[in-house]
């Protein structure tokens, strides 16, 4: 029996669910109405389940970790913008070290003819963290202009301050250059690839019963509307926000991370060394899209997660962890931005996901250490990606 096959033998082995007293806890309190957590490794999936609702209501379904999408907000940026990235950088078709201003001459006085690629990836470019485009703008092209016309607030590279816009610029890159809505180029280069067949943008209407809603409007819950406004005002397709996917999706996404850049038929989604150079840690603990393990807190990523582990967030609720040293990646999807209640639900589901890291982190050693097949072989881990 090789490796892979025994850690697919021991996902469908019943275990007791280490996961569920820490995703009640975030429902008990009013985080959120509900949770999809996918755990696995390079080599299978060790838990996959739903808890709780995609509503508070008690009659409702459980969101299930197959077809339940979600809003992913911010985790756009790592799930389509960033690896759309990739395929440009290996393609040589974007250098991350020329000027952005190659690309797009518009973005240019202030100081801004020097802001690299790179530095956008790493929130590095000087630019403000966010503009209320759905109030300062009335149309997709009033938005992108305001944008382009943004100031620098400090030097290129002289600091790391998260910003959304940097992400909406890295998507119209890929627009400029590839003649293609990034949601397009996402699709055919990224999805399709890995077999991502339930991530998209714009989910149509007769999807929108198995999304999880972001909202309340006279009472009715609100699914299938992008959550963040300004990508509202792009048309749905933006950068930094407006992907939507499942536990499953994401769970596939991360295996390929996990295996260099391989899907589950060895065949090559990126390079190796595209992987490598993009989650290496870098300044500020972020990486080329991805943010970078902070390891003086608990927060998200739990107490054992390595400090090469990779991931990000999304303000809707939703997170995707990545740890190359343990080969373990970690999906908890949620719709805390659903009619939370409780203040500062942000903070409680942060703590929610360190729990479900640690119990993850816990799981995989165990089944690792000292589990028995059915052929009563012992199982023997992968070893560490490079």
Not at 111 to 116: D, F, N, P, Q
Not at 161 to 172: E, F, H, I, Q
Not at 309 to 321: D, N
Not at 345 to 354: D, Y
Request: positive net charge; glycine residues 10%; hydrophobic residues 40%.
């Amino acid at each position: 029996m090789s490796v892979l096959l025994a850690l697919a033998v021991i996902a469908q082995a019943p275990a007791p669910d280490r996961f569920a007293e820490a995703v009640s806890d975030g429902i008990e309190s009013g985080a959120f109405p509900g949770a999809v957590v996918v755990v696995g490794t390079s080599g299978g999936v060790l838990h996959a389940k739903g808890y709780g609702g995609l509503t508070w209501s008690s009659a409702g379904p459980v969101p299930d970790p197959e077809t339940t999408l979600y809003d992913l907000a911010s985790l756009t940026k790592v799930v389509a913008t960033t690896p759309a990235m990739m395929h440009l950088v290996e393609a040589g078709r974007v250098r991350l070290d020329d000027a952005f201003r190659e690309y797009l001459p518009a973005f240019s006085g202030n100081g801004k003819e020097s802001v690299t690629v790179r530095q956008l990836l790493q929130h590095r470019s000087g630019l403000r963290a966010f503009l209320p485009l759905n109030t300062e703008t009335a149309t997709a092209a009033e938005a992108r202009e305001r944008v382009f016309a943004e100031p620098l607030r400090w030097p290129p590279g002289s600091r790391v301050v998260y910003s959304d816009l940097n992400a909406m610029l890295l998507g119209w890159i890929v627009e400029r250059v590839t003649g293609e809505s990034l949601a397009e180029f996402a699709t055919s280069t990224v999805f399709e690839a890995i077999g991502m067949e339930r991530t998209l943008f714009n989910p149509p209407r007769s999807m929108r019963g198995q999304i999880a809603p972001v909202g309340l409007w006279r009472g009715h819950a609100i699914a299938g509307e992008v959550h963040d406004q300004n990508a509202a005002r792009l048309g749905g397709v933006s950068g930094h926000a407006g992907a939507y996917s499942t536990g499953y999706d994401l769970a596939r996404y991360a295996q390929v991370l996990l295996r260099q850049g391989r899907d589950d038929q060895n065949q090559s989604v990126f390079r190796a060394e595209t992987v490598r150079e993009f989650v290496a840690r870098g300044p500020g603990n972020r990486a080329l899209g991805w943010e970078v393990r902070d390891t003086t807190t608990d927060a998200n990523t739990g107490r054992f997660l390595s400090d090469r582990a990779f991931g990000h967030g999304g303000y809707t609720g939703t997170s995707l962890w990545i740890d190359p040293e343990s080969d373990l990646f970690v999906v908890v999807l949620t719709n805390r931005v659903f009619a939370p209640r409780t203040r500062r639900s942000i903070t409680k589901l942060k703590a929610v996901r360190g729990l479900i890291a640690d119990a993850a982190v816990a799981l995989r050693s165990e089944m690792c250490a000292s589990v028995v097949v059915a052929a009563r072989r012992r199982v023997e881990c992968p070893r560490p990606r490079p």
